[in-house]
């Protein structure tokens, strides 16, 4: 079975793909590395260089070459369900999950990692929290089409463990 972990920007999905897959044994895909290694620069360079639309045409690639595999957890990036039909495709192929926080707490999570996003360079230390739930809202939609939503104040490899007893055969 394929499994995606979805969310915002610092919801924790790469640390709770790679806890899950050391935990399960399951191979961990970051869609994110996974594109770095692929273009062969950062996805800041990406954005800089060639823009938002090229990453996102990539991202939908890659991903899409990915639902050709399976057997695996992947960690997507923030907007990856929100682009290209990517949502749809992944819940077709596979089991979404859905790590939920709210923009306070992710506010606190990206202060000291703007850097790595592009998308949230620009913003202003003490604007975070209001771009962050302003970003969120506009892709709430997207996100709630995951079979499961955690809150991610309360995940525990339990949580992960009853989905794969349900859905690996
Ligand atoms: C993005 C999230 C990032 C990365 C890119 C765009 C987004 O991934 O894919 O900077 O649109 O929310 P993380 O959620 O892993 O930071």
Same mark, same amino acid.
Request: proline share 3%.
């Given at each position: 079975?394929?499994?995606?972990?979805?969310?915002?920007?610092?919801?924790?999905?790469?640390?709770?793909?790679?806890?899950?897959?050391? !935990?399960? &044994?399951?191979?961990?895909?970051?869609?994110?590395?996974?594109?770095?290694?692929?273009?062969?620069?950062?996805?800041?360079?990406?954005?800089?260089?060639?823009?938002?639309?090229?990453?996102?045409?990539?991202?939908?690639?890659?991903?899409?070459?990915?639902?050709?595999?399976?057997?695996?957890?992947?960690?997507?990036?923030?907007?990856?369900?929100?682009?290209?039909?990517?949502?749809?495709?992944?819940?077709?192929?596979?089991?979404?999950?859905?790590?939920?926080?709210?923009?306070?707490?992710?506010?606190?999570?990206?202060?000291?990692?703007?850097? #790595?996003?592009?998308?949230? #360079? &620009?913003?202003?230390?003490?604007?975070?929290?209001?771009?962050?739930?302003?970003?969120?809202?506009?892709?709430?939609?997207?996100?709630?089409? !995951?079979?499961?939503?955690?809150?991610?104040?309360?995940?525990?490899?339990?949580?992960?463990?009853?989905?794969?007893?349900?859905?690996?055969?």
């Amino acid at each position: 079975m394929r499994y995606f972990l979805i969310g915002f920007m610092g919801s924790g999905k790469t640390y709770w793909a790679s806890r899950w897959s050391e !935990a399960f &044994e399951l191979p961990l895909i970051e869609l994110d590395a996974a594109i770095e290694g692929r273009a062969g620069c950062s996805i800041a360079e990406i954005f800089a260089q060639k823009g938002e639309a090229h990453f996102r045409k990539m991202e939908a690639a890659l991903l899409r070459e990915y639902l050709k595999k399976d057997n695996y957890i992947l960690s997507c990036g923030g907007g990856t369900p929100c682009f290209h039909r990517n949502m749809k495709c992944m819940n077709l192929k596979g089991v979404t999950i859905y790590l939920k926080s709210t923009p306070d707490e992710l506010a606190l999570r990206l202060a000291g990692e703007q850097n #790595k996003r592009p998308l949230l #360079k &620009e913003v202003a230390k003490e604007k975070l929290p209001q771009v962050i739930a302003t970003q969120l809202k506009r892709r709430e939609s997207c996100y709630s089409k !995951a079979i499961y939503h955690f809150d991610t104040r309360y995940i525990t490899n339990e949580n992960f463990e009853r989905i794969l007893r349900r859905h690996s055969l």
